[in-house]
């Protein structure tokens, strides 16, 4: 299984990719960390829970973020990246 999205210009200005609900489960749970690989560079990383009423303050939803800083100095807005997990249980991302 991978994970794949295009990157926005507020994943990269703050340091995150997003998770897509549906997707949360090919991740760790929130606030475990654990080594994503980017080029031959491993980084320590979590997943962070945000509350969010992006959908209205009567619609309260939860998303969850990799907290990743290499994404601000490795990729730009627009890149499209695949996140792998390895049998170790690391993950590999890379620039699509």
């Known amino acids: 299984m991978e994970y794949s999205r295009k990157l926005s210009s507020e994943e ?4 995150y990719v997003f998770i897509d609900k549906k997707n949360w489960d090919f991740f760790p749970k929130p606030n475990q960390t ?3 690989c980017v080029g031959e560079l ?3 990383a979590k997943i962070e829970a945000k509350d ?3 959908m209205g303050e009567d ?5 969850h973020h990799l ?3 290499a994404v601000k100095a490795k990729f730009k807005k627009g890149d ?3 996140i792998t997990k390895k049998e170790d249980g690391t993950y590999d991302l890379v620039k699509k």
């Open 34 to 36: 654990f080594g994503v």
């Open 52 to 54: 969010c009423t992006c």
């Open 59 to 63: 619609k309260p939803q939860l998303h």
């Open 80 to 82: 499209s990246i695949t």
């Open 12 to 15: 990269i200005g703050q340091g």
């Open 42 to 44: 491993c980084h320590i």
């Open 67 to 69: 907290i990743l800083p």
